[in-house]
């Protein structure tokens, strides 16, 4: 059943609304421009404009009127749940936009358009001194972020929430003090596995970039027919995904000169971000609640198609012969599974294996909570990354390009952002268990998709992450992902 | 020397200015990607989108402060030129915004969004049945636009002077027939002439796709060194070009199966109307005067470039290699240089000869004229498309593709751009001579570069027309251009 919004003062907060929506969508573009096409000199004046915009767009959400109208539908007692949704993510940008003041909205917004390209630049060139006062900057204002927003124990809690409603330091401190023993354990037994080899051939195996990307379009098309309608795809220097509407989804991917599984894998888990939006029901699209709800969920559908899909058998299977042709050479199903599901301590989360990805983020947070909390320092930064990356994995990148510089998140100014791809993770795998126990089998792309539309994708933000587990009688569970790693690695390392 | 805002009043426009340059920024970039990437389905939403901020930036622009402060410098007697030129751009959009209700901004944007995508299918389906209920709503909406702009003589004027300041249907006419019968006179010389062929062979080669971008990118490096850095070259249904700032410029160009010239002095033309914008004077950014001036100085330049560069004997010798590898024969100077100056009657403007291009523009002229003014039909263009060809140029389109839908520009909401396009040739031919008379010689590009800067560029949008032809001691001259086409074609024709 379609969603209505009948209350009034809901219907007038949503006319009123596609004005934000509007400023929303055309900056959106400009952002997601600002990653693929535009000239490197653009960034100055692009930062200048988002700028401006972006003040201008917490001046129109403050418009008294507006304010006066969400607190209204707040004292409804009548609100269906798309409407309580509406007022429920419309509070928290309330939140956001009434304590932050505008010149330091205005400045975050150009400090982060112009850091993108600067980091780019600093990554292309191994150069973290580059980078270093951007980061610098973009962590002073993330700290004088959470005193504006207000916190309780930790001012990483208020950033943690920007990005996963509720969620605190704490949760994420013993979400990883559950996994991180059983995973160690996991890697160990792997490592010391008869089977376990350093490095597979495939990994090095150079490909035909046009090749692989036709292949990463084919992908595409086998996943949903409206590719090329309301959904493309792009070439950036780091994946991403960005919804404009429902009719306008677009995921990036990236091509190297090796590793094909990387720019696949890439492909793939941006499709699990970009079906989120794409499935969102149309009725809520120019509405608050267009598109994914928390990033918890997000990453969940992310992580469930690259490690349930992208890493499975039958995928693999499907596009074998398109693989042998991309790198040139003969492979078997059981090669490329075997390289697609290879464990093994590496420098990049982005290409890290289902068993070491959340030792990366492990770090991630300690770094980001250790800066934020005080008591790290910026310039200290590619030595405590390189020493925690020998801690957790026993392994030390060679360059700042494979170490600190690696991701693209700290310099688009997002601080508390990672924990939300472990915690997505292992929600993924529930989703998994939940579809298989429903009777659908990976590969069967469409109905699968049907089923994550019929329970999550369709809502949009209606529900928090909480209350869309209530709804699918569910509870987050971190053992689901640590007995499906335990089991799918024991049977490929045997052990 | 740079030029500097010193008043008071000016200073503080131009601070206020730079929120309604940074929608106009963005939403550049939106109607870039429009007919770039977007996804077929994303025009609707897109539309909703760029219609809200059209009225919102109205109403930005009609804040009571700011219109007062428009007034106050109007009135000030010591502006300097820049100051001058912020002031006059300043009170046209006044004029527009005051007089268009912002219901009716909104639904012409959110119209013309719709129809650019509409269009496109049609053109590609030759569906002019599929377009017809759009134009004739652009129409409709353009007519009424003249009635709240108001005109003395004709509608048509109002809609005239968006493109050209103070251009009227009479100055247009009065044009035409001054360069009406010579130019059908040289056209019947060439016709009648020996050397005359229907068909040169090198208009049906075949080329590579990849090779030919190829080359159009080695044309842009040669003329430009930041391409790829402030400057770039992307694919579209039509050939147009786009400025968000001297940092950040774009055109199109475009391939078809043979035809090589058409692609080659696409890109040409667009670079001419590139380089106005990229060499506009760095402290004219974000603000009114930025970039370039009145359509007839813009195409002035892109024509220049097309019909004196990109039609010259050295830039066909200098390329002549590449062009080989494209279509993959053997070609000599003498050929290229025919099929590139090839004189004949042609169905599409875009790829029309410099003799019979302006009979392409007397025929939209009559029929954007014809249709405000009341008499024509939209059902009936095509008929009278076709007839008016036969008149002019004794030719048939024989699809509605390559007639009626073959221009882009109704579809954007353009009515009475298209006699900027002679006009501006017209020009163009002025501005060689005095390049020429100057001492330098086409092919010099950078310095001809310098020269367009120094005498026309820089100054952004600060002069009109007529003030920039006093500035340079010159006077808009029809001689000039037919002069040179009788010496040219005499030549190449031998009459």
Not at 70 to 81: M, V, W, Y
Not at 275 to 295: E, H, K, N, R, W
Request: glycine fraction near 6%; charged fraction near 25%.
């Amino acid at each position: 059943m379609t969603p209505v919004f009948k209350n009034k003062k809901i219907k007038e907060i949503i006319e009123y609304y596609k004005l934000p929506w509007a400023l929303s969508y055309v900056t959106g573009i400009a952002h997601w421009d600002l990653e693929t096409y535009m000239p490197s000199n653009g960034a100055g004046m692009r930062g200048e404009a988002l700028a401006k915009i972006s003040s201008l767009r917490q001046k129109i959400f403050l418009d008294k009127n507006f304010v006066n109208l969400i607190h209204q539908a707040e004292r409804s007692k009548t609100l269906s749940d798309v409407e309580g949704g509406v007022v429920r993510i419309l509070l928290r940008s309330l939140k956001y936009y009434e304590k932050l003041p505008p010149s330091f909205v205005e400045e975050f917004e150009k400090l982060t358009s112009t850091a993108t390209v600067v980091w780019r630049n600093a990554k292309d060139t191994n150069d973290f001194k580059l980078f270093a006062p951007y980061l610098s900057k973009i962590f002073d204002m993330n700290r004088q972020m959470a005193e504006y927003l207000s916190y309780t124990k930790s001012p990483y809690d208020a950033l943690l929430d920007q990005y996963e409603e509720g969620l605190t330091s704490k949760d994420v401190e013993s979400f990883f003090t559950e996994i991180k023993d059983p995973l160690k354990n996991i890697l160990s037994q792997i490592t010391h596995s008869k089977k376990y080899s350093k490095v597979l051939p495939l990994e090095n195996a150079k490909y035909d970039k046009e090749k692989l990307s036709e292949v990463n379009d084919k992908i595409l098309k086998l996943f949903w027919s409206g590719f090329g309608k309301n959904f493309r795809m792009d070439i950036s220097a780091h994946p991403f995904t960005t919804s404009f509407a429902n009719t306008d989804t677009r995921i990036t991917t990236w091509y190297h000169d090796r590793d094909f599984a990387r720019s696949v894998l890439a492909t793939v888990h941006e499709f699990g971000h970009a079906l989120y939006d794409l499935q969102c029901d149309p009725a809520l699209q120019m509405t608050p609640i267009q598109g994914g709800s928390s990033l918890v969920i997000h990453e969940s559908q992310s992580r469930f198609w690259e490690n349930f899909v992208g890493r499975s058998r039958n995928f693999i299977e499907y596009f074998l012969n398109d693989f042998q042709k991309a790198v040139g050479r003969k492979l078997s199903v059981e090669d490329v599974y075997a390289y697609f599901n290879k464990v093994s301590p590496s420098m990049l989360r982005v290409e890290a294996d289902e068993v070491t990805y959340h030792f990366h983020i492990m770090l991630r947070f300690e770094i980001e909570k250790g800066i934020i909390e005080g008591g790290l320092k910026i310039k200290d930064l590619p030595e405590i990354w390189n020493s925690k990356m020998k801690e957790y994995l026993g392994i030390t990148p060679k360059t700042d390009s494979d170490g600190v510089l690696q991701d693209i998140h700290w310099s688009g100014g997002s601080v508390g952002y990672f924990p939300t791809y472990s915690l997505g993770t292992f929600l993924g795998a529930q989703w998994e268990k939940e579809i298989v126990d429903y009777g659908l089998a990976i590969g069967e792309y469409g109905k699968m998709e049907k089923w994550l539309k019929d329970h999550i994708h369709k809502y949009g933000s209606t529900y928090t992450l909480q209350d869309l587990l209530t709804k699918n009688k569910m509870k987050f569970d971190p053992s689901v992902n640590l007995n499906y790693l335990r089991k799918k690695y024991a049977k490929i390392y045997g052990f």
